[in-house]
């Protein structure tokens, strides 16, 4: 066996266990009953739960080894979010670990990432990325939140809107602006002068409105200034837009699957459903898209885990965003078009994955948003 | 003929440069990126070419004089005839019959029609569609009876492409009206053109070109060793290729071409300024994309050496249907220029916006139209019911 075989094999060893412990999990009780019940509360999920998913390892995939992680990539990542979206798992997992877990670990403030990123693996501590002031922004370069020197230590005043994990979280990465640049700032929850308010989102899962008002912390607490603040963004966005990419595609694929399966039972005019060429052939267009979306996934995170420069990351985070926020929308929409009346009650869940598919969508930046960030990035034909 | 070699045992990297040089000194500049099939008359010089240096079968092992290429090594073709926007010459006799000879024809057919078939003397039209059976293709009804040595052929085949072109048709006909299933009592056959009682006649297309024809069958006594297969088992021999064909189709290359090519208009018409046209370009730009990845994983089942699910429908609809949308665009991109004939010169950039249009419409209906496609995603791959 050559290496690369062997690593091959050992990939899809890692890959089966994880896939193994999505199933486990799943069937030890979080279902879609669970999601229904944790909706609409605060923070809108539970942390016994989040424990129990630090206890497969799950919160420490993407941390390297040295700070005590598993040090995988964004294929055992995705294969982790994916499963757990088919039955819309609350917990805050790609907003904690990947967005603010990998923003943390881009940063250089080595001490202080010592901390966070090991707290962050054994689940004790849910870190929340609050970056975002306007709807739209896919960036964050100019934050207008600032921080400002005050007795040897910073003051931050300002507010964050849209903060995925943002209720519930023990501390957020802050972009700040600082002496005329730009600053990650680790401000824990527990701070005075901070508060998190609930944003409803349509899934019944709230973003959080984060108000700094004269926050104190040591300066000890910058993550990173200015370029690398930049940069160390850059790479937690688009690895979140990829792994929410396995988000959309687990959400698509429960809910065609629902569709599916309806079309075999529901009977119409003495026949199933799924007899009849309109829905059938546009069943095959949803999955068409879906496994376009998959196809893509694939190919992406592959190229990504083999270690590709910030401009490519940035071009195949778009591409994937794309695709997987215009298909689950798209397939969780017509799904319930396939159940007719029955899908659009609250009681039946295919409604909730729609609603599950337009936040994740909206999320980073949506289809048309993604399609012009491709269109000024990528290269042209040879 | 150039003694055949065991390109399999080249590193990947070798090959590929090999074949690259080869293509770059030997494929006419005129026919690159073609956006029509190749016509016999006009790339026999490619054709003799490829021969000559032991290439016109790069899927036929190299016993038959192919090159025996393995799956892998197949790709990298397929890739670089990509790269190099060569264009299909009339190659259905190598493509498809050929190795439907080798794995179902007689040894004395094998000897009688491989090498001329390779060499291009032999060319190869496919006589499958009938007027009564398009898409419901088993509803065939040309008729071949047995008189002695002979089959007694009448009927009518349509849509034959390249007809007119052709020395040989391979045909399926049915041979026992009686038959329970209507697949059952269908042969496969292979015919010389020139066999009296045989009239073909060209049809025009809407683009104005006659590449697909009717082909009549009155009383044509064609000998019975030109059976291939067992008799009535023709459906089986004809469904042999299918999957590979449906790869093939379903493949990213000709939407990249189209692409390729409405790019360097729009940048010639300052197209990437308009919000509008941005969006949709870079809406099919990614469609391509991603029909490439799903694309290369059924490459990776094909190069494995296993076999194409029911699911490798996905490709041909979608490679057609993305298609189509991109050269609707170019004649819109071209406006009133879009809609005249011929070439037109834009800025510099010389194209013709018309022919890919027409070239994409019939991707949808022929080779088991997207419908069809559809129907068989729906009952084999999600499960569902038959109507």
């Known amino acids: ?382 | 003929m150039a003694e055949s070699r065991d390109y399999n045992a080249l590193n990947d990297d070798a090959f590929r440069q090999e074949v690259r040089v080869f293509f770059e000194k030997e494929y006419p500049a005129e026919f690159r990126y073609l956006l029509r099939k190749g016509r016999m008359s006009e790339m026999r010089g490619w054709w003799d070419a490829q021969y000559r240096r032991g290439w016109a079968g790069p899927n036929w092992p190299r016993e038959h004089g192919g090159m025996g290429l393995d799956a892998g090594k197949m790709v990298i073709w397929l890739e670089e005839i990509e790269r190099w926007g060569v264009a299909r010459p009339p190659d259905q006799g190598v493509v498809q019959v050929g190795p439907i000879i080798m794995q179902y024809g007689t040894e004395a057919q094998k000897k009688y029609f491989l090498e001329p078939t390779l060499k291009g003397e032999f060319v190869w039209c496919q006589g499958y569609s009938e007027p009564n059976a398009g898409s419901d293709l088993a509803s065939l009804r040309t008729e071949a009876v047995i008189d002695g040595d002979h089959f007694v052929i009448t009927g009518q085949k349509i849509w034959t492409t390249m007809a007119h072109d052709a020395s040989h048709i391979y045909t399926l006909v049915r041979t026992d009206k009686q038959a329970k299933k209507k697949q059952e009592g269908i042969s496969f056959l292979l015919i010389d053109l020139n066999t009296p009682g045989i009239l073909v006649r060209p049809i025009r297309n809407i683009a104005g070109h006659e590449e697909f024809c009717e082909v009549f069958f009155d009383k044509a006594r064609v000998p019975r060793d030109r059976l291939v297969g067992k008799l009535n088992d023709g459906w089986t021999v004809a469904k042999a290729l299918l999957g590979f064909e449906r790869l093939s189709i379903g493949s990213p290359r000709r939407p990249q071409y189209a692409l390729r090519r409405l790019e360097m208009i729009a940048r010639a018409k300052g197209l990437f300024d308009d919000a509008g046209f941005v969006d949709r370009f870079i809406a099919l730009k990614l469609d391509i994309e991603d029909l490439s990845s799903l694309y290369e994983r059924y490459v990776a089942i094909a190069k494995r050496g296993e076999a194409l699910g029911p699911d490798v429908s996905m490709l041909k609809i979608w490679a057609m249907d993305t298609w189509q949308s991109l050269t609707e665009l170019l004649v819109e991109t071209g406006a009133e220029e879009g809609v005249v004939p011929g070439e037109h010169d834009i800025n510099g950039v010389n194209t013709d916006f018309l022919t890919p249009f027409y070239y994409a419409r019939p991707g949808t209906i022929y080779g088991g139209s997207n419908e069809i496609q559809r129907n068989i995603m729906a009952k084999y791959v999600l499960g569902l019911p038959g109507h």
Request: hydrophobic share 45%; with cysteine; net charge neutral.
């Open chain 1, 1 to 382: 066996m050559t290496t690369s075989q062997a690593a091959a094999s050992a990939d899809s060893e890692q890959a089966a266990l994880l896939k193994q412990s999505v199933t486990d999990f799943i069937q030890r009780g979080t279902d879609v009953a669970r999601a229904r019940k944790l909706r609409d509360t605060v923070p809108g999920f539970d942390r016994k739960v989040w424990a129990q998913m630090a206890e497969f390892g799950w919160t420490g995939i993407l941390v390297p080894e040295d700070s005590g992680g598993l040090g995988l990539g964004l294929r055992e990542m995705g294969i982790v979010l994916e499963g757990l979206a088919r039955v819309l798992t609350p917990e805050p997992l790609n907003a904690a670990a990947v967005l603010a877990g990998t923003a943390i670990r881009e940063s250089g403030n080595r001490k202080l990432k010592d901390e966070l990123l090991p707290a962050l693996v054994e689940g004790k501590l849910l870190p929340a990325l609050a970056w975002q002031e306007q709807a739209g922004d896919l960036d964050g370069g100019s934050p207008a939140l600032s921080a400002r020197p005050f007795e040897g230590a910073l003051k931050l005043s300002g507010e964050k809107r849209f903060v995925q994990g943002g209720l519930g979280a023990d501390g957020y990465a802050v972009t700040a602006r600082l002496d005329g640049g730009v600053a990650l700032i680790w401000v824990p929850a527990s701070a005075g002068g901070v508060s998190a308010e609930p944003l409803p989102q349509a899934d019944g899962r709230s973003a959080a409105t984060v108000r700094l008002k004269d926050v104190v912390v040591p300066k000890a607490n910058v993550l990173a200034e200015g370029p690398a603040v930049t940069a160390a963004l850059q790479r937690a966005f688009d690895d979140t837009r990829v792994m929410v990419g396995a988000e959309l595609l687990g959400t698509m694929t429960r809910a065609l699957d629902m569709s599916v399966e309806y079309m075999k039972t529901r009977v119409q005019f003495g026949k199933p459903i799924g007899s009849f060429q309109a829905l059938a052939h546009r069943a095959v267009n949803l999955h068409l898209q879906k496994e376009l979306s998959s196809a893509a996934l694939d190919a992406i995170v592959a190229e990504l885990d083999r270690g590709a420069s910030p401009e490519r990351r940035t071009v195949l985070a778009s591409r994937l965003k794309a695709r997987c926020s215009e298909a689950g929308t798209r397939v969780t929409r017509e799904a319930i078009q396939i159940h007719g009346a029955i899908g659009f009650t609250d009681e039946y869940d295919v409604g909730l994955y729609t609603k599950r598919a337009m936040v994740l969508a909206a999320w980073l930046g949506n289809a048309h948003a993604h399609r012009r960030r491709y269109a000024a990035l990528a290269p042209a034909e040879e």
